[in-house]
């Protein structure tokens, strides 16, 4: 790559402008460019050729007034797209987050005078997630006894060489099907309540760091007054 000496460069420069100076149109800039061999260029108008390509434009001290930058290919430019969309659907999600954040606090703020508040808070919805369970569970019980029950018919029915009524095969598919959901809720009820443990427990620490702000905020106000 050829490359221009400092010195040299700023006396050609320097030639070249004033030389632009002494014409008798008005001075509208000096534009520069660099040739595919790395070569520095200077002129008063940029060849078409290089006008895909990166290229400045100088006022009559040589300071650089705008550079137009390189035009992309189809591929760089659809890179480049793709990047903007990643962007912007980071800075979507993080302005998401905040706003929820905020929004928390104040509910937070505004529900709860107190630590204690929340502790109650927490245990009546646990309480009422815990009677759900335990229903489920009487539920599951009640259904276990009557599927044995149903069995117990249908072998007592077999064993004397009949045909067991389809009902009863029927309520077979029916009180299983019970059995599954209620062990199913049971499981969710049960992830619900780990996960509830866990929120109130983050909003626990959240609250008091929320609280600690205001008293500090409060406290600097009093100083200034």
């Known amino acids: 790559m050829f490359i221009i000496n400092t010195c040299f460069k700023r006396q050609l420069l320097n030639g070249i402008i004033v030389g632009f100076l002494f014409t008798p149109y008005a001075y509208a800039g000096l534009n520069k460019w660099v040739d595919e061999d ?12 290089y006008l895909r390509k990166e290229h400045s434009l100088l006022n009559e001290q040589g300071v650089t007034l705008r550079t137009s930058e390189a035009h992309k290919t189809e591929k760089e430019q659809t890179e480049s797209q793709k990047k903007q969309k990643l962007e912007a659907a980071e800075n979507k999600k993080r302005l998401i987050a905040s706003r929820k954040k905020a929004l928390r606090d104040r509910v937070l703020l505004d529900t709860f005078t107190t630590e204690n508040d929340l502790m109650i808070a927490r ?7 815990d009677s759900q369970i335990s229903l489920s569970e009487t539920l599951i019980k009640n259904d276990e006894t009557k599927l044995s029950n149903i069995k117990g018919r249908i072998d007592s029915i077999e064993k004397t060489g009949r045909v067991a009524p389809e009902n009863l095969h029927n309520e077979i ?22 996960e509830l443990v866990e929120t109130f427990n983050q909003d626990v620490k959240r609250f008091r760091q929320l ?13 200034q007054q």
């Open 38 to 49: 790395g070569q520095v260029h200077y002129g008063d108008r940029v060849p078409s050729k």
């Open 123 to 129: 245990d009546a919805r646990l309480d009422s997630i």
């Open 173 to 194: 598919i029916s009180v299983g099907r019970q059995l599954e959901n209620n062990y199913a809720f049971i499981e969710d009820k049960n992830n619900e309540r780990e």
């Open 211 to 223: 609280q600690k702000e205001k008293r500090e905020a409060r406290k600097k106000l009093l100083e």
